[in-house]
């Protein structure tokens, strides 16, 4: 087999004769214009000898020419009997074309929206392709017709075109919903962990190999026994899902170690990444002065489908680490990956995501000093919020000391 030529395409050529692609341990070759005495196919075999000329068209492309004394007598084209299916060569770069003349190869990540990218023209009218959207980034099946021009191509179920989601890249989304779509989502997922995901693209819950949860509701944290307006963890209830949909943020935990998730068939949604909100339904939860939640608290997860930095000025922004732990955004931790999510409360408040039987949070009173809004004076006493009915003295005001001097 190391030694037999396979086809890797054919293609209608001109006057009613073949045109085929073929590769063997030497490299690629068009043969062009072949009457064969036999129909010429997909994965084929040729071995034998066969007459013609050498050339290259206008791109580089070698060429086997045929001419007026070409025949395949000599020439056995058979379909495979022990030898491995034809492959498409893979690890292929834009910067690696001219290497790979009319051969069959996959070359990822072209993103459609920068310069100095092969140009991808349907030459086989090849029913079913459709170019990409400007922006997307891709993964191409082709035939290299030029360094830098491409014919996609599909052979033994090879997606031509497969739309790239890569955790650390920018994405941009389509105009329009494009239907039948095969989408690669470059990320990595570790068993056992708890990580937010966001994609635009609605999928059954069983094509990602672990546990699917959607955030279904908010209720009140516990009382810290803490004196003035005390903000405690909220309790962000999770529950299974059979579906994934577009746009919305889940958490999933997968079964194993998931390097990288290919899914087919399915509509790449032009729906923005959404934020799903709840907040407690109870008039008052904890009152004053140990407030812990109330109607007025909202507790969101927001998708991303693109790398995002959020604020560390405030403990209003939390990230779901790579360990499946809830933390306070800091600068080492404010960076969210893309096709994630980040959680918002209210300033100061901890949270604790609850996912089945599994419970991770943080606590204000644990992780960070409890926020106290309003005017107190150093006894913990609320004070009037009209700054200038306070006397002279030294008074916490959003939990920061300030000093009043004199009444003007």
């Known amino acids: 087999d190391g030694y037999n030529a396979r086809v890797l395409h054919v293609a209608s050529g001109t006057g009613g004769g073949t045109d085929a692609y073929v590769r063997d341990n030497t490299g690629a070759i068009l043969i062009k214009g ?3 005495n036999r129909p010429m196919a997909y994965n084929q075999h040729l071995a034998g000898w066969i007459t013609g000329e050498y050339n290259v068209d206008s791109n580089g ?9 070409t025949n395949t007598a000599f020439l056995v084209i058979a379909d495979p009997v022990t030898e491995e299916t034809t492959q498409p060569k893979t690890g292929v770069t834009t910067s690696d074309l001219d290497d790979n003349l009319a051969d069959w190869v ?39 017709a030029g360094s830098d021009l491409l014919y996609p191509v599909s052979e033994n179920g090879v997606p031509m075109l497969t739309y790239v989601l890569d955790a650390s890249k920018e994405f941009t989304s389509p105009t329009t919903a494009i239907s039948g779509a095969t989408v690669r989502l470059a990320r990595e997922f570790t068993a056992g962990v708890w990580t937010p995901l966001t994609v635009p693209f609605t999928m059954s819950a069983d094509d990602f190999d672990g546990t699917v949860m959607e955030y279904t509701g908010l209720t009140a944290g516990t009382d810290t026994g803490l004196t003035g307006t005390v903000y405690d963890a909220g309790f962000m ?17 997968a079964s194993d170690d998931i390097t990288g998730l290919t899914v087919s068939n399915v509509t790449l949604s032009n729906t923005a990444a959404q934020t799903v909100t709840h907040r407690i339904t109870a008039s008052t939860v904890n009152p004053a002065p140990r407030r812990v939640m109330s109607t007025a608290d909202e507790y969101s997860l927001v998708g991303t489908y693109s790398p995002t930095t959020v604020s560390t000025t405030d403990h209003t922004y939390k990230v ?70 306070l006397p002279p003295g030294v008074y916490i005001v959003n939990g920061t000391k300030v000093i009043k001097q004199f009444n003007q």
């Open 61 to 69: 492309v070698p060429m086997f020419v045929t001419g007026s004394d």
């Open 34 to 36: 072949l009457t064969p």
């Open 237 to 253: 209830q999770f529950s299974a899902t059979n579906t994934i949909t577009a746009g919305v943020p889940y958490m999933v935990k």
């Open 320 to 389: 779901i680490t790579s360990s499946g732990t809830v933390g306070w955004a800091d600068s080492s931790t404010s960076g969210v990956q893309g096709t994630g999510a980040y959680i918002t409360s209210p300033a100061g408040q901890g949270v604790s995501l609850v996912l089945g039987d599994d419970i991770t949070d943080i606590r204000s009173d644990e992780t960070a000093a409890p926020v106290r809004t309003g005017t107190y004076n150093l006894m913990g006493v609320k004070m009037p919020d009209d700054w200038e009915q």
């Open 106 to 144: 996959v070359v990822k990540d072209i993103n459609t929206g920068e310069s100095g990218n092969p140009t991808i023209t349907n030459e086989f009218n090849t029913t079913g392709y459709a170019a990409p959207y400007s922006g997307a980034i891709v993964d191409v099946s082709a035939i290299v």
